[in-house]
C-alpha cells in the first residue's frame, strides 16, 4: 500500500527545499472562504489567512474570476510597457489613500527597500551628503532582505549576516521625547513605523504618538515611512491604519492583504516626495505584474465603507471574547489584527498546537498567540475560534 500523500509530499519538501521553515504538519490542499482542507482530508478554520495576505479568504469568487481573465489575456509584460491593471490599481490606491504616486514590487520587503533608497535620495537632494540615517522603532519589523532586516529593531534579527547595513538607528516606541531628541542630531533622512507592530507582538502604537511622530517629521523635514505590510487593506478596520490618527505619511509600504493571495507590494509616495525617484532610479522586473494587479483591483473593490465597518465590528466581538476567556492577561493590536496574552506559563506555541489538532489554525507573535483571520470571516467562525480557545484554556 503506497504511502499518503501527505507523508509524500512532507519527504519531497524536507528532501529538497531549504530547511529555513519549521513548518506545521498538515499538507493543505485546498480552501473556500475561511475553510481550508489538507491532504488527509482534515477540515481546518483559518485565523491566519497566510500570515494577512488572503484578505478575502480561499477562492473568493470574484478574485478568482479577475485573476483568470488576465492570466488568459497577459500574464506579463515588464515595465518597458504599460499595462491595463497596473495602471487602473496605482489610480485606486492613490485616490483611496490622498497620495500622489505608485511603485510596484512584489514583497513587503522589497516595498521597505524601496522607501529607504527614496527617503535617502529625497534626503540628499534637499540637504547634501550624511543625512542618510533611517531612523525605526525599538521592536519593530521590516523584512528578511538585508536592508530591511537592518531597519528592524529587534537585537533577535541582528544575527548570521554581519555586516549589517549601516545608516540605521532605533528608538522606544511611543517615546515622543526620545523621538525628537534623536531628529535633532540632524542626521535622519526618515522614520519608519509599523502603526501596529505585528512580528514585535501586535503592538499598537499610541495615537498621539503617531501625531507628533508626524509634526515632528515635518519639523525637521524628515519623511514619515507607514510601514503597513501587514496593518494595511482594511486589516485594521480602516483601508489604512494610519486613518486611525488622523495624519497622511510622506510614504506607504504595502503587501501582504493587497494581492489577496497573490504577491504584490507597493510604495506610495506622497507630494513632498512624489518625483524623488526617477527613471533609471529604481526598477522591478516582476512589479506591476498584470495578473497580481488584477488580483490587488479585485480587492479593492470588495473594501468599501460598509465592508469596512463590519471588519471593526467582528474586530471589536472578536477582542471582547478574546478578553472574557480564562488565563487572558491582555489583548492587543486593532481591527482584525489582535495579540493575546496569556498568564504566566501558558504557551502561545502550545495553544497553537492544540488548536491545530482541534481543526483551528491560529499564528504566534512573541510570546502571543496572534489572530489574523480573513477580512470575511463570519460571525459562526469567530465563535467556533473561541470555543476551541476555551476548550483548550478551561482544560
Known sequence: MSAPLSDHIRQLDQQYSAATYARFAPVLVRGEGCTVWDAD???????????????????????????????????????LFYSVPAAELAQSLCEKSGLAR??????????????????????????GAGRHTILTLQNSFHGRTLAALSATGQDVFHQHFFPFVEGFAYVPANDTAALEARLAQNDIAALMLEPVQGEGGVA????????????????????????????????SGRLFAFEHAGIVPDIVTLAKGLGGGLPVGAVLFGERCADTLGRGDHGSTFGGNPVCCAG??????RLDDAFLADVTRKGEALRQALAALPKVKSVSGLGLMLGVEFDDGISAADIVRQAQEKGVLFLTAKHKLR???????????IARGIAVLREILSA
Open 102 to 127: 505608485v511603485f510596484f514590487c512584489n514583497s513587503g520587503a522589497e516595498a521597505n527597500e524601496c522607501a529607504i533608497k527614496a527617503a535617502r535620495k529625497y534626503s540628499r537632494d534637499r540637504h
Open 204 to 235: 499598537a502604537l499610541d495615537t498621539g504618538y503617531l501625531q507628533a511622530a508626524r509634526e515632528l517629521c515635518r519639523r525637521y523635514d524628515v519623511l514619515l515611512v507607514a510601514d503597513e505590510v501587514q496593518t494595511g487593506i482594511g486589516r
Open 41 to 79: 482530508g482534515h477540515a481546518y478554520t483559518d485565523f491566519t489567512s497566510g500570515i494577512g495576505v488572503n484578505s478575502l479568504g480561499f477562492a473568493d469568487p470574484a478574485w478568482v474570476a479577475a485573476i483568470a481573465a488576465q492570466a488568459g489575456k497577459l500574464a506579463h509584460t515588464s515595465n
Open 371 to 381: 489572530l489574523l483571520p480573513p477580512l470575511i470571516i463570519s460571525d459562526d467562525d
Open 296 to 301: 490587488a483591483l479585485a480587492v479593492l473593490a
